[in-house]
């Protein structure tokens, strides 16, 4: 029997339920399910981020990044108080630690002023009055960035999107897609049992399986999704004081990560990390992963090669880092020499879904796919989780507009 519902949503991370949730809100009327493989939400890269509310430091003035990232941080927070969810407004210094650092930090300065945030340029002096712990030449303070667990607020939608009337189901993974005349019909395998959902249309938001997704819907496309492991240690309880603030060194314009940083966590424990290696498996988030299927599938993907071949020698550094923890200290020690090898204990990874295109270009904006009766998020670039209540407006636009059409 064919199960009917007016619009579906694949992905139970924080962006596929802040749209569900919004779109449920646009159209209290309507029947909306959400479909999540995993037997929790925010199991994937909503889950395994630094819980980081970002104030919007890197990116283009006027850019939809920078614009969503600023409205995400006033919708988050607001959306924590109003549901009781814990927020540390920690705020945030960039710390330059060589002069090449200083000259990149003042047109850091000047790209946040642009943005508009209430952003402060300090000498060291200040710098180590306000963390002594810390050594370096200089920092920017940014006052607006602050932390909380993306967990409870994914959480959080999803309760307000059932109150709504709205339908979550979980370990419900998603087998087949078939486009029909008047919407698109979704085979879904939980465990033994099959299930068969029909839509008027369909909206996929699948993070690191999003071209796969993609490809089930028969939409041709010139991006895969490579994996890129970030990986993190936890200082001991005795060092949950070793900062007032978030550090994050100065960024290389170059490169596409932020490098590694040390995190107050919610918890109230600091993590160092993350690094950026080559991930082997797309879910792989233990010490040791591979998977042969996913491996195979990235190595026949031509921009898979470029991309690596651009960044061969930074992905030596980081791969070598990764093993030997001696490596990854001293990116931590540039701008706090407290911290000792013994200090670096376990904690989980996170992966990153990058798309690459052919070409082997990092997407860092936007990246959609479609066809007649879907919409595919292929690409929410970075931070995703901020700007999560935005984005999700976002996409309900565009669904509007795809709506719109078929009227």
Request: glycine share 8%; proline share 4%; charged share 20%.
């Amino acid at each position: 029997m064919r199960l009917e519902y007016d619009y579906i949503v694949v992905g139970g991370g924080i962006v596929g339920v802040s749209t569900a949730w919004q779109l449920q809100m646009r159209h209290p009327h309507r029947s909306i399910l959400l479909l999540e493989k995993e037997s929790q939400l925010a199991c994937h890269q909503t889950g395994h981020n630094s819980g980081v509310i970002h104030a919007g430091v890197y990116y283009a003035p006027g850019s939809l990044k920078a614009q969503l990232c600023k409205a995400g941080v006033e919708a988050t927070v607001n959306f924590c108080h109003q549901h009781g969810i814990k927020v540390d407004n920690c705020g945030k210094l960039l710390v330059a630690t060589t002069p090449l650092e200083v000259e990149r930090m003042q047109a850091l300065y000047t790209r946040c002023e642009q943005n508009g945030l209430a952003v402060e340029l300090i000498d060291q002096q200040e710098l180590k009055k306000r963390e002594p712990n810390i050594v370096g030449l200089g920092a920017i303070a940014v006052a607006e960035t602050s932390i909380v667990d993306y967990r409870q607020v994914t959480k959080a939608m999803a309760d307000e999107f059932r109150l709504l009337g709205g339908q979550v189901l979980l370990e419900s993974e998603v087998e087949a897609l078939k486009e029909t005349l008047d919407g698109v019909e979704v085979s879904v395998a939980n465990g033994q049992v099959k299930r068969l959902f029909h839509a008027q249309l369909l909206l996929v938001c699948s993070g690191l399986m999003a071209d796969r997704l993609t490809r089930m819907m028969g939409i041709e496309t010139d991006f895969q999704i490579i994996p890129y492991r970030g990986e993190y240690y936890r200082l001991p309880a005795e060092h949950n004081d070793i900062v007032n603030h978030l550090i994050y060194p100065i960024p290389d314009p170059e490169l596409p990560f932020l490098g590694v940083h040390l995190t107050r966590m919610i918890d109230g424990s600091v993590t160092v990390g993350p690094n950026a290696v080559q991930g082997w498996k797309r879910e792989g988030y233990g010490r040791v992963n591979f998977s042969f299927g996913d491996v195979a599938e990235m190595l026949a993907f031509s921009g898979f090669w470029k991309v690596t071949a651009k960044h061969f020698k930074t992905g030596l550094l980081e791969a070598k880092n990764s093993w030997f923890k001696s490596g990854y200290l001293k990116l931590v020690n540039k701008y706090c020499p407290k911290v000792q090898l013994e200090d670096l204990t376990p904690y989980p990874a996170g992966i990153r879904a990058q798309a690459v295109l052919k070409d082997g270009t990092l997407v860092h904006d936007f990246l959609f796919a479609e066809s007649p009766r879907s919409l595919h998020v292929c690409n929410a670039p970075s931070p995703a989780a901020t700007s999560a209540i935005p984005i999700g407006n976002y996409i309900c636009d565009k669904i509007e507009t795809k709506l719109a059409k078929k009227v």
